[in-house]
């Protein structure tokens, strides 16, 4: 891809705030980390000690994060990562225990609108690459 396809930190944003809408819609935003540009979507709030699963009125957003000092496998030109356990490990890994193949096409389908794709580091996270 040429300089001009790539997203610029706005569109990276709105990128972060569709996925996690997505898994708020599907009660999946649980144990569930996003980073990008340079800070984290979560669903724990420190200050607090406390999780907000499928809140749609609690967006903790962490400033200076770096997906790398969570996992390894991290995209070199990094877009958008991210962290998860429960119900989106379950659907990524596992789609036919699930039963809901359509909501993973959806699910990717959200990269892919994006001109991305993503690929898992290990079983519980994934890192965006541009197709």
Not at 28 to 41: E, L, P, R, T
Not at 73 to 94: D, Q, R, T
Not at 95 to 110: A, E, M, V
């Amino acid at each position: 891809m040429t300089a001009v396809n790539r997203l610029t930190e706005e569109q990276i944003e709105k990128l972060a705030v569709e996925v996690r809408q997505f898994l708020i819609d599907h009660e999946m935003w649980q144990d569930v980390a996003i980073y990008f540009n340079g800070k984290c979507f979560t669903t724990y709030d420190k200050e607090a000690g406390k999780y907000y699963y499928n809140d749609p009125d609690h967006l903790i957003v962490v400033e200076n994060k770096d997906p790398n000092d969570y996992f390894d496998y991290v995209a070199e030109e990094h877009v958008l990562s991210m962290g998860f356990e429960g119900p989106l490990y379950a659907l990524i890994n596992y789609p036919q225990g699930t039963g809901d193949y359509r909501k993973l096409y959806k699910f990717n389908q959200i990269f892919k609108n994006y001109g991305l794709y993503y690929e898992l580091g290990d079983a519980w996270n994934l890192s965006c690459y541009y197709v």
